[in-house]
Nanobody
């Protein structure tokens, strides 16, 4: 059974960092594109996507240069390294498999002093 499970969220101070994980089961992650999204009150945003195979990635302008997506095929996991966090990064973060619009349950990230 296909499953995506996010983890790694929490409370962090501004300019801090977090690494989110998206653990996949039921399929081989390297064969599929995987994306990261976030939901803040009144705003839903696509952040980054990593392609299958060569792992090329793209980023939304709002996170370019601060966030980095990567994957570990041996662990069947995609990561989102988030640096220089800002209060406006506060949201629930989700990973997604676009091919069939499968979603994880989300992980809360709160950036606050």
């Amino acid at each position: 059974q296909l499953q995506l499970v996010e983890s790694g969220g929490g409370l962090v101070q501004p300019v801090g960092f977090l690494r989110l994980s998206c653990a996949a089961s039921g399929f081989t992650l390297d064969y599929y594109a995987i994306g990261w999204f976030r939901q803040a009150p009144g705003k839903f945003e696509g952040l980054s996507c990593i392609l299958p195979g060569d792992g090329k990635a793209n980023y939304a302008d709002s996170v370019k240069g601060r966030f980095a997506i990567s994957k570990n095929n041996a662990k069947n996991t995609v990561y989102l390294q988030m640096n220089s966090l800002k209060p406006e990064d506060t949201a629930v973060y989700y990973c997604n498999r676009p091919q069939d619009n499968s979603w994880g349950q989300g992980t809360q990230v709160t950036v606050s002093s």
